[in-house]
């Protein structure tokens, strides 16, 4: 189906370890961002991505690398992962460049113990 | 000061009633402003665009309010399945970084 997914949905990991997130869209958009959300906080962008190769930072981009070689794939690494990192991540793209509405996918649920 | 501020609630309303929420924003250089809604544990998804005029989608109502930095969202006749969080959401220039605020929870009881 065409969309946006995330994988894995679920993640346990231990403290110093490096950790990638997946994210896929077959819309072909050009725009793709990765956000955190935890308990009391809005939504914030970690990475932002307008094209393949070009990226940049976000609000909280401290801890995570992206990479964009294809438009399709934007993953996010954590290096080396920390309890703070706990937290659910979601992926987002924008289709048309007059909207500025995002098409996210379903997140995914990461522990860091 | 946080850039976008919501009510995080819980509102506890019941069904058939209608209900308002406020947003504020603190730069009063913000270009767009949205309504996202969020169901428990899943992603967000567009609402709904805050136009300057205001404007209308069926039951829901979107107002801005420039001079004093807020935007609302007003419900009429709730139903069961408007129970989400709903996320303010504020656009400030063109490179598309959206700012977030924490939501307010909407909880509708039968």
């Known amino acids: 189906d065409a969309g946006i997914t995330q994988s894995p949905r679920y993640k346990i990991t231990e403290t110093g370890r490096q950790v990638t997130l997946m994210c896929h869209q077959t819309?072909?958009?050009?725009?793709m961002f990765w956000y955190r959300q935890d308990l009391g906080h809005g939504l914030r962008l970690i990475y932002y991505s307008a094209a393949a190769d070009i990226t940049d930072k976000g609000e909280v981009p401290d801890g995570y690398v992206v990479s964009r070689s294809k438009t399709e794939n934007f993953p996010l690494t954590l290096e080396s992962a920390t309890r703070s990192q706990t937290s659910v991540y979601f992926c987002?793209?924008?289709?048309?460049?007059?909207?500025?509405?995002?098409?996210f996918g379903p997140g995914t649920r990461l522990t860091v113990t | 000061r946080k850039e976008v501020e919501q009510d995080p609630g819980p509102f506890n309303v019941p069904e058939g009633a209608t209900v308002a929420f406020n947003c504020t924003y603190s730069n009063s250089a913000s270009q767009s402003f949205f309504w996202y809604r969020q169901d428990c544990r899943k992603e967000p998804k567009l609402l709904m665009s805050?136009?300057?005029?205001?404007n209308e989608d069926g039951r829901f109502t979107a107002q801005l309010n420039r001079a004093s930095q807020y935007i609302s969202l007003l419900i009429r006749d709730s139903k069961l399945s408007d129970s989400a969080t709903y996320l303010c959401?504020?656009?400030?220039?063109?490179?598309?970084?959206?700012?977030w605020g924490a939501g307010t929870k909407l909880i509708i009881k039968p």
């Open positions: 987002a793209s924008i289709g048309a460049r007059s909207s500025y509405e995002q098409y």
């Open positions: 805050v136009y300057s005029s205001g």
């Open positions: 819309w072909s958009h050009s725009y």
């Open positions: 959401v504020v656009n400030m220039d063109s490179n598309y970084q959206l700012i």
